[in-house]
């Protein structure tokens, strides 16, 4: 087997720490070297967001028979991050098909269909929300204790209608799951549904003690944040959304760590001040040296073309709207009718 030298990053993200070498005896130390499997090395690579490298790793194992499975369900997750939903369904069944033993397999292959559901291309397709409904169910019965599916089946059970199946027996049943498992969790379920009914003092409540609450649960603090952000209690907002960008990034909280850069800009824009700050978190939003290029980069292309125009920099402006224009990302109907919006109140 190969040896190969991977940085303290990598190393850590595969859960290995590296020898510590005083200053003194530096200069005759060599580099460290950690031998590892080549699945292990793309895993080290995709754990730390060096998408492309992961990518041409796992498409290199998807060659080899006993790789394949796992090669696919990285490429699958790789496909979710780049936001190219079809493809990523098709890694997730093919991993699915060589054996159907892994929840997470089936998390993600629902997500991938829950995602092309909401896109404007795929809104109202029965097939693709029987997708998302049979792979949940799946994911769940397989590992009863998969949090994502729980979260996302009980948000489904409480403000799904009955004549698709949703129940609120069944929403509470799995409320009560979720609260042995997690806290955090749990108080994110009772925040969606709340901020679903518009019950506006509870939801807000609920948000300012979870920022207490839950300080390093990233999902906790960007939905609290997001809640009191809409409720115009801004500096609380702030103070969850920088605890969050405070956070390592990782593979699997990347996108809470970009909401929370993008939700600064919204701040900024729905406050129409501090506008250079809002630049700045919208800046490293749609950095694509840290994060791949998706639904969130649409939306802060279109703030930061919005915060410009508010300082009158027309030129900004142009280059902001022509970018949001060359991602490559289809935009949601949400984004969509705010361009619309905005741009025919301009006129």
């Not at 701040?267 to 969130?296: C, M």
Request: charged share 20%; net charge neutral; proline share 3%.
């Amino acid at each position: 087997m190969k040896n190969i030298i991977f940085s303290a990053t990598i190393l850590s993200a595969l859960g290995l720490a590296a020898v510590a070498v005083s200053p003194s005896r530096a200069a005759d130390s060599k580099p460290v070297t950690v031998q590892l499997t080549p699945i292990q090395a793309a895993m080290g690579e995709f754990n730390v967001l060096h998408v492309a490298k992961a990518k041409q790793l796992f498409a290199s194992l998807a060659k080899d028979e006993k790789q394949k499975k796992a090669a696919n369900y990285y490429l699958g997750r790789i496909a979710m991050m780049e936001v190219q939903y079809p493809a990523a369904r098709e890694y997730f069944d093919a991993s699915i098909a060589i054996e159907p033993n892994n929840a997470d397999e089936y998390y993600w292959l629902s997500m991938a269909c829950g995602a092309m559901f909401q896109l404007p291309s795929g809104s109202g397709s029965m097939e693709l929300g029987l997708c998302y409904m049979t792979n949940l169910n799946e994911a769940s019965e397989l590992d009863p204790n998969h949090l994502p599916a729980l979260l996302a089946l009980h948000q489904f059970n409480r403000t799904g209608q009955a004549v698709v199946g949703a129940s609120q027996e069944k929403a509470d049943e799995l409320l009560a799951r979720i609260d042995k498992l997690s806290k955090p969790t749990a108080d994110v379920a009772r925040l969606l549904t709340l901020n679903n009914r518009k019950e506006v003092d509870k939801a807000v409540a609920l948000s300012l003690a979870m920022i207490t609450a839950h300080p390093n649960s990233e999902r906790a603090l960007v939905e609290a944040g997001k809640t009191l952000s809409l409720n115009k209690r801004y500096s609380e907002a702030l103070t969850a959304f920088e605890k969050v960008t405070a956070v390592k990034l990782t593979a699997d909280n990347y996108s809470f760590i970009q909401n929370a850069y993008f939700e600064i800009g919204q701040i900024s824009w729905r406050t129409k001040a501090d506008l250079d700050r809002g630049i700045a978190a919208l800046s490293k939003a749609v950095d694509p040296q840290v994060f791949p290029v998706n639904g969130y980069t649409n939306w802060s292309y279109w703030r930061l073309a919005l915060l410009h125009q508010l300082k009158g920099d027309a030129v900004q402006y142009k280059k902001y709207v022509a970018l949001l224009d060359s991602t490559g990302v289809e935009k949601g109907a949400l984004l969509i009718g705010d361009i619309e919006r905005l741009s025919a109140a301009k006129r």
